[in-house]
């Protein structure tokens, strides 16, 4: 595989995000409906181990189909990637560092640190995908990627 030229394909990044992440809370507001329990103040909540199953959804969502298909289903159905700088396949490892910065990427400020990292670094890269040396490429766009 090779990389030809870094672009930040912010729409797509953006959409796919927006997808992933409506996933993950419509699934997290199914399992709370579900077995969630009604606390003091009327309101259902999940809470120790019965909110482990959360995490799981999450870790295999996002963390375990991104190292194993390079991206997440939204990603995925998007045409984008996510590789090494140099063009190879990420790892569990990479998929980790990238996810665990997730919170500061996408949460503060309502992924306004993501937008500025994207928009401003060489490689277009997030905090999250700086650490793990990773890059989010579209498959479809011959200009920027080629797979050989």
Not at 1 to 29: E, Q, S
Request: glycine share 6%; charged share 20%; with cysteine.
């Amino acid at each position: 595989m090779r990389i030809y030229k870094y672009k930040k394909n912010l729409p797509k990044r953006i959409l796919a995000t927006i997808i992933d992440y409506l996933i993950i809370f419509l699934i997290t507001y199914v399992y709370i409906e579900v077995f969630g329990k009604i606390n003091d103040e009327g309101v259902k909540v999940v809470s120790n181990l019965s909110a482990l199953p959360l995490f799981l959804v999450w870790f295999f969502y996002i963390v375990v189909i991104e190292a194993i298909y390079g991206g997440t289903l939204a990603h995925q159905a998007l045409n984008l990637k996510v590789l090494t700088s140099k063009g190879h396949e990420i790892d569990f490892g990479n998929a980790i560092k990238r996810r665990l910065l997730d919170p500061i990427d996408l949460i503060v400020l309502f992924g306004l640190p993501a937008f500025i990292f994207v928009s401003t670094t060489e490689r277009h890269q997030r905090l999250g995908d700086l650490w793990a040396d990773a890059v989010i490429v579209d498959i479809t766009d011959m200009e920027q990627y080629c797979e050989s």
